[in-house]
Nanobody, 124 residues
Framework: QVQLVESGGGLVQAGGSLRLSCAAS????????MAWFRQAPGKEREFVAGINWSGRSTHYVDSAKGRFTISRDNAKNTVYLQMNSLKPEDTAVYYC?????????????????WGQGTQVTVSS
Protein backbone atom coordinates (compact mmCIF):
# COMPACT_ATOMS: atom_id res chain seq x y z
CA GLN A 1 0.00 0.00 0.00
CA VAL A 2 1.45 3.30 -1.09
CA GLN A 3 1.45 6.08 1.47
CA LEU A 4 2.64 9.64 1.13
CA VAL A 5 2.58 11.57 4.38
CA GLU A 6 3.17 15.31 4.37
CA SER A 7 4.30 17.38 7.33
CA GLY A 8 5.68 20.80 8.09
CA GLY A 9 2.76 23.03 7.24
CA GLY A 10 1.58 25.79 9.52
CA LEU A 11 0.95 29.47 9.98
CA VAL A 12 3.72 31.91 9.10
CA GLN A 13 3.96 35.64 8.51
CA ALA A 14 4.66 37.03 5.07
CA GLY A 15 8.38 36.90 4.35
CA GLY A 16 8.85 33.86 6.54
CA SER A 17 9.89 30.32 5.68
CA LEU A 18 8.56 26.80 5.99
CA ARG A 19 9.96 23.42 5.07
CA LEU A 20 7.53 20.74 3.99
CA SER A 21 8.40 17.07 4.08
CA CYS A 22 6.79 14.09 2.41
CA ALA A 23 7.67 10.58 3.54
CA ALA A 24 6.87 7.81 1.09
CA SER A 25 6.26 4.16 1.90
CA UNK A 26 5.01 1.19 -0.07
CA UNK A 27 6.50 2.51 -3.28
CA UNK A 28 9.93 2.09 -4.73
CA UNK A 29 11.60 5.46 -4.52
CA UNK A 30 13.88 4.41 -7.34
CA UNK A 31 12.88 5.88 -10.69
CA UNK A 32 10.02 7.79 -9.11
CA UNK A 33 9.25 11.42 -9.76
CA MET A 34 8.09 13.37 -6.72
CA ALA A 35 6.16 16.60 -6.87
CA TRP A 36 4.36 19.19 -4.81
CA PHE A 37 1.00 20.62 -5.78
CA ARG A 38 -1.17 23.12 -3.94
CA GLN A 39 -4.81 24.02 -3.86
CA ALA A 40 -6.18 27.27 -2.54
CA PRO A 41 -9.87 27.65 -1.63
CA GLY A 42 -12.00 27.88 -4.74
CA LYS A 43 -9.08 27.23 -7.07
CA GLU A 44 -7.78 24.33 -9.08
CA ARG A 45 -4.94 22.23 -7.74
CA GLU A 46 -1.74 23.53 -9.31
CA PHE A 47 1.75 22.17 -9.78
CA VAL A 48 4.38 23.84 -7.60
CA ALA A 49 7.58 21.85 -8.07
CA GLY A 50 8.81 18.44 -9.17
CA ILE A 51 12.03 16.45 -9.04
CA ASN A 52 13.22 13.29 -10.71
CA TRP A 53 14.91 10.42 -8.94
CA SER A 54 18.48 11.63 -9.42
CA GLY A 55 17.60 15.18 -8.45
CA ARG A 56 19.21 16.51 -11.61
CA SER A 57 15.87 17.52 -13.11
CA THR A 58 13.72 19.98 -11.21
CA HIS A 59 10.81 22.12 -12.38
CA TYR A 60 8.92 24.94 -10.72
CA VAL A 61 5.85 27.00 -11.34
CA ASP A 62 6.92 30.53 -12.23
CA SER A 63 5.60 31.98 -8.98
CA ALA A 64 7.85 29.64 -6.98
CA LYS A 65 11.09 30.18 -8.87
CA GLY A 66 13.75 31.80 -6.75
CA ARG A 67 11.77 31.28 -3.54
CA PHE A 68 11.07 27.53 -3.30
CA THR A 69 13.50 24.64 -3.54
CA ILE A 70 12.54 21.01 -3.98
CA SER A 71 14.96 18.29 -2.91
CA ARG A 72 14.89 14.64 -2.01
CA ASP A 73 16.74 12.19 0.19
CA ASN A 74 16.44 8.81 -1.49
CA ALA A 75 17.94 7.01 1.49
CA LYS A 76 15.05 8.29 3.60
CA ASN A 77 12.35 8.04 0.89
CA THR A 78 11.56 11.66 1.58
CA VAL A 79 11.06 14.74 -0.54
CA TYR A 80 11.22 18.30 0.76
CA LEU A 81 9.96 21.70 -0.26
CA GLN A 82 11.84 24.61 1.24
CA MET A 83 9.69 27.71 0.94
CA ASN A 84 11.24 31.11 1.57
CA SER A 85 9.91 34.65 1.23
CA LEU A 86 6.39 33.38 1.62
CA LYS A 87 3.50 35.51 0.44
CA PRO A 88 -0.18 35.47 1.39
CA GLU A 89 -0.95 34.10 -2.07
CA ASP A 90 1.04 30.98 -1.18
CA THR A 91 -1.70 30.06 1.26
CA ALA A 92 -3.08 26.67 0.25
CA VAL A 93 -3.18 23.01 1.08
CA TYR A 94 0.05 21.49 -0.21
CA TYR A 95 -0.01 17.98 -1.57
CA CYS A 96 2.80 15.54 -2.24
CA UNK A 97 2.47 13.40 -5.36
CA UNK A 98 4.41 10.56 -7.00
CA UNK A 99 4.62 8.91 -10.36
CA UNK A 100 6.83 6.27 -11.88
CA UNK A 101 9.41 7.16 -14.49
CA UNK A 102 11.93 9.94 -14.91
CA UNK A 103 9.93 12.75 -16.48
CA UNK A 104 8.66 15.61 -14.35
CA UNK A 105 5.18 16.60 -15.48
CA UNK A 106 3.23 19.59 -14.22
CA UNK A 107 -0.25 18.18 -14.66
CA UNK A 108 -2.26 16.53 -11.95
CA UNK A 109 -3.45 13.60 -14.05
CA UNK A 110 0.12 12.37 -14.54
CA UNK A 111 0.55 11.49 -10.89
CA UNK A 112 -0.68 8.21 -9.49
CA UNK A 113 -0.19 8.64 -5.79
CA TRP A 114 -1.18 11.49 -3.49
CA GLY A 115 -0.82 12.45 0.12
CA GLN A 116 -3.56 13.92 2.28
CA GLY A 117 -2.12 17.41 2.22
CA THR A 118 -0.78 19.88 4.74
CA GLN A 119 -2.13 23.38 5.28
CA VAL A 120 0.12 26.37 4.73
CA THR A 121 -1.23 29.73 5.80
CA VAL A 122 0.70 32.94 5.23
CA SER A 123 -0.56 36.01 7.04
CA SER A 124 0.02 39.54 5.78
Amino acid sequence: QVQLVESGGGLVQAGGSLRLSCAASGVSFYNTVMAWFRQAPGKEREFVAGINWSGRSTHYVDSAKGRFTISRDNAKNTVYLQMNSLKPEDTAVYYCAARGGDNVYNTRRQYEYWGQGTQVTVSS
